[in-house]
């Protein structure tokens, strides 16, 4: 079945540092990419997507490249800020339904 | 756009009362919203799909009876969870579909007594 993979956390990082969450999938079939993040006692943003191979998702100085060949869907940013201290999720749709797969969630705190 | 709404926000009920919470997509239509659960420094569980006009589906080992799910507009759907104990109380998040990309509530977090 479908699956998503992300990278323990929590990651901590100072502000300004780049940020790398890895995120890798399993899946049959072409899915839809996301990146989701929730900040504390809220639900959930939809903060990217990508829906192809080679497809660039970005927003707020985050991106994420659909990589097909390596199955990999990886979230980074050039430089956090303490406000980007949240939940990032990553997660498959299946085109059958639409179901989202998560992964576990990765924790980022930004310290000032 | 693509804002989803839900309601209360936050509840606190007795054991063995029943509690219903609202789901609204405010600047589109969904015929399919979804409804989750989560747990504490976990990810999100989906618990049924609810589409408008029809029953919903229940992912495996989510009681329909315990949890009524009832999606009578194309901009509404409800969860309500009958006989609440304390072992229901979580953080409940709906999400809508919209161009094949789920938008998601704020949350509603329950508390049973």
């Known amino acids: 079945g479908n699956s998503v993979t992300q990278m323990e956390g929590p990651v901590t990082l100072s502000e300004e540092a780049f940020l790398t969450i890895n995120c890798t999938y399993t899946?049959?079939?072409?899915?839809?990419l996301f990146w989701y993040v929730q900040y504390p006692g809220e639900g959930l943003q939809l903060l990217l997507k990508?829906?192809?191979?080679?497809d660039k998702g970005s927003n707020k100085g985050f991106e994420a490249t659909y990589r097909k060949e390596t199955t990999s869907f990886h979230l980074e940013k050039g430089s956090v800020q303490v406000s980007d201290s949240a939940v990032y999720f990553c997660?498959?749709?299946?085109?059958?339904?639409?179901?989202?797969?998560f992964g576990a969630g990765t924790i980022l705190r930004v310290k000032s | 756009g693509a804002v989803v709404s839900q309601h209360p926000s936050r509840v606190i009920c007795k054991s063995g009362t029943s509690v219903k919470i609202e789901c609204r997509s405010l600047d589109f239509q969904a015929t399919t919203m979804f409804w989750y659960r989560q747990f504490p420094k976990k990810s999100l569980m989906l618990m049924a799909t609810?589409?408008?006009?029809?029953?919903?589906?229940?992912e495996q080992g989510v009681e329909k009876d315990k949890f009524l799910i009832n999606h009578a507009s194309l901009t509404l759907s409800t969860l309500t969870v009958t006989s609440a104990h304390p072992e229901d109380s979580s953080f409940y998040i709906c999400s809508a579909l919209h161009q094949e990309t789920q938008y998601f509530g704020p949350g509603t977090r329950l508390l049973v007594l």
């Open positions: 899946a049959t079939g072409y899915p839809s």
């Open positions: 997660a498959l749709s299946d085109r059958d339904g639409n179901k989202l797969v």
């Open positions: 990508a829906t192809k191979a080679d």
């Open positions: 609810s589409n408008e006009g029809s029953k919903a589906t229940y």
